[in-house]
Nanobody
Framework: QVQLVESGGGLVQAGGSLRLSCAAS????????MGWFRQAPGKAREFVAA???????AYADSVKGRFTISRDNAKNTVYLQMNSLKPEDTAVYYC?????????????????WGRGTQVTVSS
């Protein structure tokens, strides 16, 4: 089992940027894919971005070109750089650890979840 702790959320104006971090502990971080999901009020949790063990990436269409996922295996940390933020990006953002080294985008493929960090984008 891996433990995940997100940080970096907050309030930002539309057009601004935030960088989320997710610190992992409890297993060999570099061997597994990681992902970010988000859940807006009244909506289901949705996939945002994923990264595999060799830093291949995948993104939801809604964030492609604005968000960048990356990882630092020496620090056991995955990041989500969010630029050109929009009010519709407002949500709780969750970090998730995969069960394999590969890119996966469905919730069931992730075995561990953080508690989430709130991102609020004002118009």
């Amino acid at each position: 089992q891996v433990q995940l702790v997100e940080s970096g959320g907050g309030l930002v104006q539309a057009g601004g940027s935030l960088r989320l971090s997710c610190a992992a502990s409890g297993r060999t971080f570099s061997n597994y894919g990681m992902g970010w999901f988000r859940q807006a009020p009244g909506k289901a949790r949705e996939f945002v971005a994923a990264i595999n063990w060799v830093s291949g990436t995948a993104y939801a269409d809604s964030v492609k070109g604005r968000f960048t996922i990356s990882r630092d295996n020496a620090k056991n940390t995955v990041y989500l750089q969010m630029n050109s933020l929009k009010p519709e990006d407002t949500a709780v953002y969750y970090c998730a650890a995969g069960r394999s080294p590969y890119i996966v985008t469905t919730e069931g493929a992730f075995g561990s979840w953080g508690r989430g960090t709130q991102v609020t984008v004002s118009s």
